[in-house]
């Protein structure tokens, strides 16, 4: 089976930088995504990871390391609309997408 | 405007009378799949489809039934609903269901059974 383990919260200030970690166990691997969900909305696509690496999109970055099982999304220069839960996801094998847990980001004034 | 339109959005029901869940998506998306997320699981995939005609269970598929008779629909049926299915539940597509293909979501389904 797969098994993702993300941290179930954070909180930083704004303007400041969060780093959420993400570590993982599947058989097989086929890419990692990260996604963001606001409250009571659809999760909606931030990254995409298969090689390893850093990947760079705006104030977000998405890092991939697969001999260690580990992948980060760092984002810069919080804004109060960062407040949301952000989604790793998985694809093993045989391609069906598996999602951790999710780490819910409280950004404060 | 490309989306994955779900309905009902919400949904209020008794113990053992039968519901569906449509989803349709206008993408001309070949992968489609149904996810549930409860509190502190995160989302988990109920039954996803490759194609018309091809379906496949995911993680969490005992108490559902799906079908793919045409590439834009993908309804989820629950033909006796316990109150655990209490839950939100979200269709999502991508074009491929292969390594990068990143999957969009319907608004989701708020479902309770009592």
């Known amino acids: 089976g797969q098994n993702i383990d993300q941290p179930t919260e954070m909180t930083a200030t704004e303007g400041a930088i969060v780093q959420i970690n993400c570590t993982y166990q599947?058989?097989?691997?086929?890419?990692l995504f990260w996604y963001q969900q606001h409250a009571g909305e659809a999760p909606t696509f931030l990254s995409y990871?298969?090689?390893?690496g850093l990947e760079e999109k705006g104030r977000f970055s998405s890092f991939l390391s697969r001999s260690k099982g580990y992948s980060y999304l760092l984002l810069k220069e919080l804004q109060m609309k960062d407040s949301a839960s952000y989604l790793c996801?998985?694809?093993?094998?045989?391609?069906?997408?598996?999602f951790g847990a999710g780490t819910t980001v409280t950004v404060r004034a | 405007e490309a989306q994955v339109t779900q309905n009902p959005r919400y949904l209020i029901t008794v113990t053992g009378k039968k519901l569906t869940v449509t989803c349709s998506q206008n993408m001309n998306h070949e992968y489609m799949s149904w996810y549930r997320q409860d509190p502190g699981l995160g989302l988990r995939q109920i039954y996803y489809?490759?194609?018309?005609?091809?379906?496949d269970k995911g993680d969490v598929p005992e108490g559902y039934k799906v079908s793919r008779k045409e590439k834009r629909n993908f309804p989820l049926i629950l033909e006796s609903p316990s109150p655990n299915q209490t839950s939100l539940y979200f269709c999502a597509s991508s074009p491929t269901g292969q390594a990068g293909s990143p999957l969009h979501f319907g608004n989701g389904t708020r479902l309770t059974v009592t």
């Open positions: 990871n298969v090689l390893d």
């Open positions: 599947t058989s097989g691997f086929n890419g």
């Open positions: 489809s490759m194609n018309v005609e091809v379906t």
């Open positions: 996801a998985v694809r093993g094998d045989d391609y069906k997408l598996s």
